[in-house]
């Protein structure tokens, strides 16, 4: 059975740090496109970040650029979400979400999702 779980959300203070993972069981993750989306209340899913199958190419929301990147560890079959500067427009629910297709930030062309986790920056 395909799985993604997401981990290590939380409080966090404005300009703090927080690394997301998202470990996948069932399947390797390397032979995906995984991409990252996140949903605040009252708002659409936003993609976030996302990283093709090789993990050469990668690409962010212009509000992510500079301040999150999107590593991942094939032995752990775990892609995580670095966040960096964080603000509080970042306080969200975030996911990770695999696809079959090319890669991209739009939520509709990822057929696997986890169950999110919360992020909150706050001071």
């Known amino acids: 059975q395909l799985q993604l779980v997401e981990s290590g959300g939380g409080l966090v203070q404005p300009g703090g740090s927080l690394r997301l993972s998202c470990a996948a069981s069932?399947?390797?993750?390397?032979?995906?496109?995984i991409g990252w989306f996140r949903q605040a209340p009252g708002k659409e899913r936003e993609g976030v970040s996302s990283?093709?199958?090789?993990?050469?190419?990668?690409n962010y929301a212009d509000s992510v650029k500079g301040r999150f990147t999107i590593p991942r560890d094939n032995a752990k079959n775990t892609v995580y979400l670095q966040m960096n500067s964080l603000k509080p427009e970042d306080t969200a629910i975030y996911y990770c979400a695999a696809s079959v297709g090319l890669l991209t930030l739009q939520s509709r062309y990822y057929e696997y999702w986890g169950q999110g986790t919360q992020v909150t920056v706050s001071s």
């Open positions: 990283i093709e199958r090789s993990g050469a190419i990668t």
């Open positions: 069932g399947f390797t993750l390397n032979s995906y496109v």
